[in-house]
């Protein structure tokens, strides 16, 4: 088993640099299945989430490999298997995207119901509801969904929730069918945004990304490209919550302040130091942040992935702060955890109350998914004492190279393991598929 160790109480200082969007760039890897000529796409960020689809895509009968330290090749032109295989979807929610493409271009998929972080319901319905609306003849068999068309048709789709997954997919299916398709209260994610452009980059006819209604007019082919897969805004407000609950002064390169806007805001409000400019972001704080109220809400509302990080931050803050979460049910798992650092947390379904104690305390806790690991990596480095998080696995599924980037702005962190760990050549653990 692999577990990270924590010194608390250093003040985290120096700069951090961001890495790619995990969210952005499996949209993107799924999408590059569309493609009738090799994609190379830079700026991929070698966490295990990238691994488990770069396995994916190769068992479809894709080339799939890295041609520098961060750049991808992904040549999809001699795709052979139709049908993604069960072990490796079911561990990663995104793999799950490769449905519309692998429709779109060739007919046919049979593909099973996704897994990734138990952090509430994520049903299919609206992607499968989307599909069908574009054409194509959608069942479910056991625990997998078939789909088969002739050449999608284009259709209006309204979208009951503005889901970010949904909405990529969605496009990706739509942007090789005959006519018009319009995505009604789509999600306006940056992420959306990027798949957006990078589709656009290989001869898609896309209108109105990052807004709630995108128009996709029909190509007969996309081409190959490359592309650059934008900054891990997720990653990005992690470092600088950690910054601040650690009373530390962090500049975090390669972040964009406007994907940030909702978090940056809200540190702000809670007393946070926040400077931004084209290059990055600086953080600091001294003395204890003051309590604030967060709601989770689709982007630009405060996102549910940083909703877990920003109450650890709350944990400690002057006041008692509500925390509501409106997009997953069981996004609260990690209350516990904090609570056995000495967090005076309250919580009751979807809502949180946070009365902010002087200081938390070290402790043997577990990561109950990604974002949650995250969160108590960030109580741990501000505790005094000693922090033990284990089920870290969590963690690497989105953070590349976490430890090592807390390590260069000082903070007494260790990766430990009981036994050896299969690795890339990057370093970064990796699932055996």
């Known amino acids: 088993m692999e577990r990270i160790t924590i010194t608390g109480g250093v003040p985290l200082q120096g700069e951090v640099r961001v890495s790619g969007s995990k969210n952005a760039a499996l949209a993107i890897m799924a999408g590059a299945v569309l493609a009738s000529e090799p994609v190379?796409?830079?700026?991929?960020?070698?966490?295990?989430d990238i691994y488990t689809m770069m396995a994916m895509l190769r068992r479809l009968g894709t080339?799939?490999?890295?041609?520098?330290?961060?750049?991808l090749l992904i040549d999809a032109s001699r795709i052979s298997n139709l049908e993604a295989p069960h072990n490796l979807v079911t561990r990663m929610r995104a793999s799950f995207s490769v449905t519309g493409p692998l429709v779109a271009r060739f007919g046919f998929a049979r593909v099973p119901l996704p897994g990734g972080c138990d952090i509430g319901a994520r049903p299919v319905d609206f992607h499968i509801k989307g599909l069908r609306l574009l054409g194509a003849d959608v069942s479910m068999d056991g625990d997998s969904v078939t789909a088969q068309a002739g050449r999608l048709k284009g259709n209006v789709i309204y979208l009951d929730y503005p889901s970010a997954g949904a909405t990529q997919h969605l496009m990706?299916?739509?942007?090789?069918?005959?006519?018009?398709?319009?995505?009604?209260?789509?999600?306006e994610e940056p992420e959306v945004v990027d798949l957006a452009n990078f589709l656009i980059a290989l001869g898609a006819r896309i209108r109105g990304h990052?807004?709630?209604?995108?128009?996709?007019?029909?190509?007969?082919?996309?081409?190959?490209?490359?592309?650059?897969?934008?900054?891990?805004?997720?990653?990005a407000a992690t470092y600088a919550?950690?910054?601040?609950?650690?009373?530390?002064?962090?500049?975090?390169?390669?972040?964009?302040?406007?994907?940030?806007?909702?978090?940056?805001f809200k540190l702000q409000e809670a007393g946070v130091q926040v400077e931004s400019n084209q290059t990055g972001v600086h953080v600091r704080l001294q003395?204890?942040?003051?309590a604030v109220n967060i709601k989770t809400m689709p982007h630009p509302g405060f996102p549910t992935d940083i909703q877990q990080p920003m109450t650890a931050l709350l944990c400690v803050a002057e006041g008692v702060s509500i925390v509501t979460e409106t997009v997953y049910e069981r996004r609260f798992r990690y209350v516990e955890e904090l609570?056995?650092?000495?967090?005076?947390?309250?919580?009751?379904?979807?809502?949180?109350?946070?009365?902010?104690?002087?200081?938390?305390?070290?402790?043997?806790?577990e990561a109950t998914d990604l974002r949650a690991g995250a969160a108590l990596v960030i109580a741990g480095l501000g505790a005094e004492g000693d922090t033990t998080?284990?089920?870290?696995?969590?963690?690497?599924?989105?953070?590349?190279?976490?430890?090592?980037?807390?390590?260069?702005?000082?903070?007494?962190?260790?990766?430990?393991?009981?036994?050896?760990?299969?690795?890339?050549?990057?370093g970064v653990p990796v699932c055996s598929v």
Do not use: C, W
């Open 40 to 48: 190379v796409l830079h700026n991929i960020p070698h966490i295990t």
């Open 63 to 71: 080339v799939v490999e890295f041609i520098h330290p961060h750049s």
């Open 172 to 187: 990706t299916a739509a942007v090789l069918a005959e006519g018009t398709t319009v995505i009604k209260n789509a999600a």
């Open 210 to 235: 990052g807004t709630s209604y995108i128009t996709i007019e029909g190509v007969p082919r996309l081409r190959g490209g490359e592309y650059t897969i934008i900054p891990d805004r997720l990653e």
């Open 241 to 264: 919550i950690a910054a601040a609950l650690t009373r530390g002064d962090v500049y975090i390169a390669n972040a964009n302040p406007e994907h940030m806007m909702p978090v940056l």
């Open 287 to 290: 003395g204890r942040p003051r």
């Open 339 to 365: 609570q056995k650092m000495g967090a005076d947390i309250t919580q009751e379904n979807r809502t949180a109350v946070v009365r902010g104690v002087e200081k938390l305390y070290g402790a043997t806790v």
């Open 389 to 426: 998080i284990e089920n870290i696995y969590h963690i690497d599924r989105g953070y590349e190279n976490l430890v090592a980037k807390m390590q260069s702005l000082g903070a007494q962190i260790l990766r430990t393991s009981d036994e050896p760990v299969l690795v890339s050549a990057q």
